[in-house]
């Protein structure tokens, strides 16, 4: 073996570097393609919040002036008296029984004149990009084609859309509603599955030993997370909205609201997205509880505390911000949930505030999803607005994670 | 590096005023160093010192850390490494190395040899360069009946021997190793030993190692490194010469100590 | 207990085992939380096990004309799930194109050539885009994707709703999850594999792709396995954007209804229970269920046999 034989190489370096150099260009390409993705994503989105509006009145909101007093200055008592001249008096009969006048606010009633007597219509919609890029053009097509209507740079999105409730006409319409059932149908969800993920989260990691049905349950859990979420629709059907009727439509508790005789209420939704976040929960609150060290655990049983005890006092705390955060990723994700609710029969049109779990809800999802199924241009606005509100609300969520996960991560 | 097989001159590696850097920390300070053609030359030293960060700069492994720099040259047959036109890959193709774990591919034996090979170009019989080069790494008669085993399953001493031949495949001239025996028990430290002293007929060898008894019967050259006592904790070279003489009758003090302390 | 001055030092202290009540109490809550999975699970496969066999115990429903007929027509009895399950497959297939290649040339990128400061960059970017809620996506496809294919193959060829609209848009979807698991799989490669190969003069491609990939192959086929199991569930976007009304159509840019689809539409409405459309949708659930179930089993076997080899 003293003379060592001659293995020829080729000398490919070159090419070698060259398709080192093409793959690292497809694989960047593939990165600015996904940047791309989401960069046309959240346009889309923006594109169709804000741009130009033509809208025509039926009565001019200007010529609705009392003594010169012009609509946005005039005190109630002028809006309510403008409001009678201009509907009939069984159509403010009506108004008057379904809520006094004298319990409305002035705004309430703003909004009723607006509603009921200048009655705004929108003839013709610009997306961003077309209003900033050519709005000569588009005053002109206005002029023409709409000469009586007006033209405004209009936000989809602002403080009236917040504010307002359901309307068939896009204009006045407002995530109100589907904001307050989001918050009503998560509230049960986070009442439901934080303390049950939780619990079972701390039986797995502290208390189950290694046998079979412990095994079974862990196995179970990780399959449960990728049950696509529809089946929990199904699920939540069958069983929430159907066999247990009774209680979720309040009746047994003698809850007994005839618009809500049925189990398609909050508390049916708030229940089925706690089935569907459940295993997430567990699952981030099983890691957290994992990144206690044991040596923790160790001085506490040294001192002889019993296991809740030491579960209680020390495992606990420390696993708090990481449970935190975890389980607000997971009710992030039961807040733009859609499909489960529309299986399980969320309203597809109510224009008053839920005020029980007994209510039937609509969420935002479930509105944006109405609105962007519609065929009529507005809508697709309205539904880019209420998303902006959903994006809005999970990004405020996903920043307090990030503050939890920030101001209490500690090193071991 | 057009011409990469001259056998001319004394030294394969002259490293000249060396200094390794991570962002701004300077690891090795200032090294000179020559590597004599198929000797052993090994590198000694305490802890955290700068052996591993000064071999890895001998084949500019470092590199692969972000934030690494160098200063100085290593010339390799004459040529600079460092110089702006050099290509590290062509570098480590040359220059091989073994590493203080073993690391066998997640392969089966043949692969983990062949694949260096492979990507180099090579067209020869492939079966005569597995089989010459686990002869040479002495594993052959071990595993050739076995060759489409993975890699993983052989034992540590094992793989280690394969990481060898696995350098040796793509025919390097100078094959560095980091502690290549660290990880290994006593008889599977022994086979390396003896596997070094019959690769340098072919090879050149640079070793790093903290076991002093290894270095002393393994090298024919020995460098003695420490760090310099300033502020900034700098590894530096501070004794280079014949094994023997470092052994028996050290110029610095601090080789003295060393040597002793650990050896006696 | 004794008090500290007499009972500590001077008796024996008591060691026998005590029954403690609130231990066993607390025990026995927690282990029923964990166990409430398993009800779930019993209970999705009893309801719709139960509704299922009601389907099928209804004179006008065969099981095979059920699993080969390729109409489904509820008005005139006829209930073939193919058109739903070709539906279904087109927007997967479509999507799996656009995710797999990208998600694999992201993950690369950002596991072994990105620098640390574009890595931070773009992670955050990526969990964004998981995070977006699948309506989004849907009105995404409807109002950006379909526009487009309709511009560039031509408004009489791409209807509009079709199933490459949604197929593209779940791509998107899916990118994000088949990218970071992919590049957990390629991170979790020991880092001593990769300075080998560099060891041996490889370039940085040769790398990544021989070296560090098919280490990684398993951690990455259960990525794609996730992903497919996560597009034949979603629901948002091909109810919005791919259309209504089963249609046994192999042409991409024509409407279909995939089976999630169908569920929506059918349950949109005020369904009544006991009537065979009510039941229809518990068996496509099933059907439904028993897939994805299958793949994310498969990809967890697949993970747990990818730890053995490194841990």
């Known amino acids: 073996m003293n003379r060592k034989p001659v293995f020829q190489f080729k000398d490919n370096l070159a090419s070698r570097n060259r398709s080192g150099l093409t793959w690292r260009l497809v694989f960047q390409a593939s990165t600015i393609v996904g940047i791309l993705a989401l960069t046309a994503l959240l346009f889309n989105i923006l594109n169709q919040t804000f741009g130009y509006t033509a809208y025509e009145a039926r009565v001019d909101p200007d010529s609705l002036a009392l003594n010169g007093v012009s609509l946005e200055e005039q005190t109630k008592a002028q809006l309510i008296q403008v409001l009678q001249t201009r509907i009939s008096s069984g159509a403010f009969n009506k108004l008057e029984k379904d809520k006094p006048f004298a319990e409305r606010s002035r705004q309430e009633v703003y909004d009723l004149i607006y509603d009921r007597v200048v009655k705004y219509k929108a003839v013709a919609i610009w997306p961003l990009w077309d209003s900033l890029m050519r709005p000569a053009e588009i005053k002109q097509t206005v002029a023409q084609d709409f000469p009586t209507a007006k033209l405004g740079f209009v936000s989809w999105i602002s403080a009236d859309f917040l504010r307002r409730q359901q309307s068939s006409d896009p204009v006045l319409a407002g995530v109100r509603t589907a904001l307050l059932g989001s918050l009503w149908t998560i509230a049960i969800t986070i009442l439901a599955a934080f303390p049950l993920g939780v619990g079972a989260a701390i039986y797995l990691e502290e208390y189950a030993s290694d046998n079979w049905l412990n095994r079974l349950i862990r196995t179970n859990i990780n399959n449960l997370a990728g049950v696509p979420s529809i089946i929990y629709g199904i699920l939540g059907l069958a069983i929430f909205v159907r066999t247990l009727e009774k209680v979720t439509s309040g009746a047994l508790f003698g809850f007994v609201d005839p618009t809500t005789a049925n189990g398609r209420t909050i508390l049916s939704a708030g229940l089925t997205l706690a089935l569907l976040v459940l295993p997430l929960i567990i699952i981030n609150a099983q890691e957290a509880i994992r990144a206690v060290p044991v040596s923790l655990r160790r001085a506490s049983y040294g001192l002889g505390a019993t296991k809740w005890q030491t579960v209680w006092a020390h495992v606990l705390p420390n696993a708090l911000p990481g449970i935190l955060t975890g389980a607000i990723l997971a009710i992030s994700r039961a807040i733009g949930e859609t499909a489960p609710l529309v299986v399980i029969g969320a309203s597809t049109y109510i224009t008053f505030d839920p005020n029980s779990p007994f209510s039937k809800f609509t969420t935002l999802p479930i509105q944006i999803y109405q609105w962007t199924s519609r065929p009529q241009d507005e809508f697709r606005f309205l539904a880019a607005a209420a998303i902006l509100v959903l994006l809005a609300l999970l990004l405020s969520l996903n920043a307090v994670a990030v503050l939890l996960r920030n101001r209490f991560s500690r090193r071991w | ?264 | 207990m004794a008090t500290l001055n007499n009972g500590y030092r001077a008796s024996k202290p008591d060691l026998r085992r005590r029954p403690r009540l609130s231990e066993t109490i607390i025990q026995s809550l927690l282990f029923l939380a964990g166990f409430l999975s398993i009800f779930t699970t019993i209970g999705i496969v009893y309801e719709l096990g139960k509704e299922a066999l009601l389907f099928f115990q209804t004179p006008e429903v065969n099981l095979l004309a059920f699993l080969t007929s390729t109409q489904w027509q509820p008005h005139i009895n006829k209930f073939g799930i193919l058109p739903l399950v070709n539906a279904t497959l087109m927007t997967t297939a479509m999507a799996m194109l656009i995710a797999i290649p990208l998600g694999l040339g992201v993950a690369i990128y950002l596991s072994e050539y990105a620098s640390t400061r574009v890595r931070n960059l773009l992670k955050p970017i990526l969990e964004v885009l998981a995070g977006i809620p699948t309506i989004v996506y849907g009105y995404f496809a409807l109002t950006f994707m379909t526009p487009l294919l309709r511009s560039i193959f031509g408004r009489d060829v791409v209807e509009i709703y079709n199933t490459a609209s949604a197929g593209l848009v779940m791509g998107i979807l899916i990118l994000p999850l088949i990218t970071s698991m992919t590049e957990d799989a390629l991170n979790a490669v020991p880092h001593s594999l990769r300075a080998a190969a560099y060891g041996l003069g490889a370039t940085k491609l040769e790398v990544a792709v021989k070296i560090v990939l098919p280490a990684a192959i398993s951690g990455i086929a259960a990525a794609v396995i996730v992903g497919l199991s996560r597009a034949i569930g979603e629901t948002m976007i091909v109810a919005v954007a791919a259309g209504a009304g089963p249609n046994f159509t192999l042409n991409p840019f024509k409407g279909a209804e995939t089976m999630t689809g169908h569920i929506v539409r059918i349950s949109g409405g005020d369904l009544s229970y006991d009537s065979i459309d009510y039941n229809s949708i518990f068996a496509i659930g099933l059907l439904l269920f028993f897939i994805t179930l299958t793949l994310n089993i498969l990809s967890q076997q697949i993970v747990r046999r990818f730890r053995e080899v490194y841990e």
């Open chain 2, 1 to 264: 590096m057009a011409q990469p097989v001259s056998s001319n001159g004394k030294y394969v590696l002259e490293v000249k005023n060396l200094s390794v850097f991570y962002g701004d920390f300077e690891a090795v300070t200032n090294v000179n160093l020559n590597i004599e053609r198929n000797k052993i030359t090994a590198i000694i030293g305490p802890s955290g010192c700068g052996k591993s960060t000064l071999l890895r700069a001998l084949n500019r492994m470092n590199e692969l850390v972000p934030g690494t720099g160098v200063s100085g040259e290593v010339l390799f047959n004459g040529q600079n490494l460092y110089a702006s036109h050099v290509d590290p890959v062509e570098v480590r193709y040359r220059i091989g190395m073994v590493f203080q774990k073993p690391n066998p591919f997640p392969k089966s034996i043949y692969e983990n040899i062949a694949w260096g090979a492979r990507i180099h170009g090579y067209k020869g019989n492939m079966d005569e360069l597995v089989e010459f080069s686990l002869r040479q790494a002495a594993l052959w008669e071990e595993v050739k009946d076995k060759l489409d085993q993975s890699g993983l399953a052989l034992s540590g001493g094992q793989q280690q021997r394969l990481c060898i031949a696995r350098a040796l495949a793509v025919q390097p001239q100078v094959i560095l190793m980091d502690e290549p025996a660290s990880s290994l028990d006593p008889l599977a430290t022994l086979k390396i030993e003896e596997l070094m002293h019959e690769l340098k007929k072919n090879y050149t060898i640079v070793i790093v190692t903290h076991n002093m008894q290894q270095a002393a019967r393994a090298s024919d050259y020995t460098a003695m490194m420490m760090l310099n006592g300033g502020e900034t904790r700098s590894g530096t070279m501070i004794e280079f010469n014949q094994t023997s003489i470092i052994f028996t009758r050290p110029k610095d003090k601090r080789t003295e100590g060393y040597v002793t302390g650990r050896f006696g």
